[in-house]
C-alpha cells in the first residue's frame, strides 16, 4: 500500500502489514533546479544568496563536501556578505562554540538580520535550525529531506521575498556529479531524485516519504534511464554485495570478540573510508602549545580532555601521508601561527591551513609542468 505512515511486521508466515491514519498536515516545498558544472555555486547563484540575506533572509547552503562549503563561505565573504561556515572540520572547541552560535541565529528563537550559513551534512539532523530559503547541492532524496526539513520549520515572521517554502538544488550538467560521486556513490540514487525534481517541481509531504524514497531506490531499471547509470548502478550493487559478503564472514568467523580497535570492527561498522583525528598543536619558542597558546605536556593529568578538544577529524588518508607524525597516543600536525585567528604549516607536498572561522583545509602543491 502506498499509505504513509506505515507499520510492518515480518515473520516465519510471511509479510503482514498495517497502516496508520496519517495525522500529519500537508506541507508543500517549491524545488528550482540549476544544471550547475561540478554542483558548484555559480556567482549568480550567490548573488542572489546575497540579495536574499541582505532582504532579511535566513538562508541555508547546504554541501557534499566540506572543501565546496568553505570555498563558497570565502567567495561570499570576499562580497561582503553576512556569512559563516558550519561543517565537521573544526576543532571540537571551535565546532563547539560555533554550534551554539549557529543555533542562537538559526534555531526556534533566532533573530536579528539576514544571514547566510554555508554548512555541510551536520545540518541535516539534531539541530532544530530553521531558514527561510535553502540552496543545496543534489543528493538522495531521502536526504534531501532532512535538508528541506529544515525549511519554515517553525511559525515565525519570515522575509517577505519567501512566504513559503523554497530550495534551490544544484544539479549536474548532464550525468557529471563532480566530486559529490565520492560522496554519494549510488549514482542511480542521485539521477532519479534530480529526474523527480524535473518531473515534479514540487515536493508534497508526507507522502512523498514513500512515493519518492521508494521510487528512487527500486530495483527495476526506468525506462528512461540512461545505460550509464544502470551500468554504475550494477557496478555500485556489486561493490555494497562484496563488503555485506566480507561483513558476513567477519561476523561468522571463529573469533568470539573483537578489541575496539580491531580493523574487523571497521569492516562491520563502517562503509566508506574512516575518519582520522588529528591533534593540533602551534609550534612557539621551540616547544609544542595548543593553538590557544596553554603548554602541550604528555604529563599533563587533564591531557586526555584537552586533546579531544583540540581534535580535528580529517580523512584517514590525509593522515597517512603525513607519516612523521605521533602514532601513539595521538597525531598532531604542528603549524606556526600566521594571524590571530590563522595557524599554516607545509607538510607532505601540501600547506595546511586552519582558521577558527573556516576549518582545517588542505591543498595540495601543484606539479611543475
Not at 509531504?205 to 519518492?212: I, L, N, Q, V
Not at 527495476?220 to 561483513?247: H, L, M, N, V
Not at 581534535?311 to 606556526?336: A, G, I, N, Y
Amino acid at each position: 500500500p502506498g499509505s504513509y505512515p506505515l507499520v510492518s511486521r515480518a515473520d516465519e508466515a510471511g509479510r503482514s502489514a498495517w497502516t496508520t491514519e496519517t495525522v500529519a498536515p500537508e506541507r508543500r516545498v517549491k524545488l528550482e533546479l540549476l544544471p550547475s558544472p561540478g554542483l558548484k555555486a555559480s556567482d549568480e547563484v550567490l548573488a542572489r544568496v546575497e540579495q536574499a540575506a541582505r532582504g532579511g533572509a535566513r538562508v541555508a547552503m547546504i554541501f557534499n563536501l566540506v572543501a565546496d562549503a568553505q570555498e563558497t563561505a570565502r567567495r561570499l565573504l570576499a562580497r561582503g556578505a553576512p556569512v559563516e561556515a558550519f561543517h565537521s572540520r573544526y576543532r571540537f572547541c571551535d565546532r563547539h562554540d560555533i554550534e551554539t552560535r549557529v543555533l542562537k541565529r538559526y534555531g526556534v528563537a533566532g533573530h536579528g538580520q539576514g544571514r547566510v550559513l554555508v554548512a555541510t551534512q551536520v545540518v541535516e539532523q539534531s539541530l532544530d535550525l530553521d531558514f527561510d530559503w535553502m540552496v543545496t547541492q543534489l543528493c538522495p532524496a531521502d536526504l534531501l529531506f532532512q535538508r528541506l526539513g529544515r525549511l519554515h520549520r517553525h511559525d515565525r515572521p519570515r522575509s517577505a521575498a519567501f512566504p513559503d517554502p523554497r530550495a534551490l538544488v544544484l544539479g549536474p550538467v548532464g550525468l557529471e556529479l563532480g566530486a559529490s560521486a565520492y560522496v554519494y556513490k549510488n549514482a542511480r540514487a542521485m539521477w532519479r531524485t534530480r529526474r523527480l525534481i524535473e518531473l515534479r517541481g514540487t515536493v508534497i509531504f508526507p507522502g512523498a516519504y514513500r512515493e519518492w524514497i521508494e521510487a528512487v531506490y527500486a530495483g527495476d531499471a526506468w525506462s528512461e534511464e540512461p545505460p550509464e547509470i544502470t551500468a554504475a548502478w550494477e557496478k555500485f550493487d556489486a561493490e555494497q554485495y562484496g563488503k555485506r559478503f566480507a561483513a558476513n564472514s567477519i561476523a561468522s568467523a571463529d573469533t568470539t570478540c573483537f578489541n575496539d580497535t580491531d580493523g574487523n570492527v571497521t569492516a562491520l561498522t563502517r562503509d566508506g573510508e574512516m575518519a582520522a583525528n588529528l591533534v593540533l598543536l602551534a609550534e612557539a619558542g621551540g616547544r609544542s602549545m595548543f593553538l590557544d597558546g596553554t603548554a602541550f605536556s604528555e604529563t599533563d593529568d587533564d591531557l586526555d580532555e584537552r586533546l579531544n578538544m583540540n581534535t580535528v577529524p580529517v580523512p584517514s588518508h590525509w593522515v597517512k601521508e603525513l607519516s612523521f607524525l605521533t602514532q601513539d597516543r595521538h597525531r598532531s600536525l604542528l603549524m606556526k601561527r600566521s594571524s590571530e585567528r590563522r595557524w599554516r604549516a607545509k607538510r607532505a607536498g601540501a600547506d595546511w591551513t586552519y582558521d577558527t572561522c573556516f576549518g582545517l583545509e588542505r591543498r595540495k602543491h601543484e606539479p611543475p609542468a
